[in-house]
């Protein structure tokens, strides 16, 4: 059976980071919303047309609009081995429509790490965060420059600031699609015996460790 993993938390609870580690030491996918819908915008595509507008405000783009993005990425060939979704799903409407993508193709989640962090951590997270234009590679201005100020390390583009990472739109992002959104999808899968916390407020090497270890009792199947 495919290792499938949603990583679940609030804005800059450092999902990303974890994610972009991760997948690639264990043959996963990384599949994360956020960097789809940024690059649609990047593209001038319809989609990304539909999305920006929403993003910039902090509220969620339409469930129809999501689902069918992400439908189409899981029918890629690099999701077979497994995935991380990062940022899906963040209702309950898509979190009914993976269960029942994911059941036609006779797979399931194993197991939803939500990232827990207050919401003064998350602000100084978020508000040093920079990322690179080619690939999203993640940054923090404070805990992790690059080695040349403004440059991806690994590919040498820009590092530039999101829009929607400011101060009221976190806050907005936090409390619409955090507490409000996010907290039946939590339910659901807690309800389904898959939920396990991750204290998201400790080093970069404190969360690893955690997350290592979840992997590794996942490995084992116990
Ligand atoms: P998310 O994907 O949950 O929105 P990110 O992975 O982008 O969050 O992390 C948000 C910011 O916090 C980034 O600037 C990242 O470098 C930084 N960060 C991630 N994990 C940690 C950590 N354990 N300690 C301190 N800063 C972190
Ligand atoms: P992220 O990069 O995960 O912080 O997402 C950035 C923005 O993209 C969010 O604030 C939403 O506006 C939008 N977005 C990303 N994923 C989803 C999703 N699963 N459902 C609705 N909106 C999303």
């Known amino acids: 059976m495919p290792l499938d993993l949603i990583f679940m938390g609030p804005p800059g609870a450092g999902k990303g ?49 999501i689902i069918g993005m992400f439908r189409e990425r899981l029918s890629a060939p690099d999701t077979e081995g497994g995935f991380i979704l990062d940022g899906f799903p963040r209702t309950l409407a898509q979190a009914q429509a993976l269960d029942s993508m994911l059941a036609e193709l006779g797979r399931g989640i194993s197991s939803v790490p939500v990232f827990e962090l207050g919401l003064e951590q998350l602000l100084e997270r978020v508000s040093g965060r920079r990322v690179c234009r080619e690939a ?7 805990s992790a420059p690059p080695k040349t100020s403004g440059t991806c390390d690994i590919d040498g583009s820009e590092l530039y600031q999101r829009d929607d990472d400011t101060e009221p739109v976190i806050r907005a992002r936090y409390q619409k699609q955090w507490v409000e959104a996010a907290k039946p999808v939590v339910d659901h899968y807690d309800a389904a015996g898959l939920v396990v916390f991750i204290d998201a407020g400790g080093s970069r090497e404190q969360v690893s460790a955690e997350i290592d270890a979840l992997l590794a009792r996942l490995g084992d199947g116990s």
Do not use: N
Not at 48 to 57: F, H, T
């Open 17 to 65: 980071t974890q994610a972009a580690r991760v997948a690639p030491l264990h043959g996963l996918a990384h599949i994360a919303t956020g960097d789809m819908l940024r690059e649609a915008v990047r593209d001038g595509s319809e989609l990304g047309r539909v999305a920006k507008e929403i993003m910039a405000r902090g509220d969620l783009v339409p469930d129809d609009v």
């Open 136 to 142: 999203e590679h993640v940054y923090h201005v404070v």
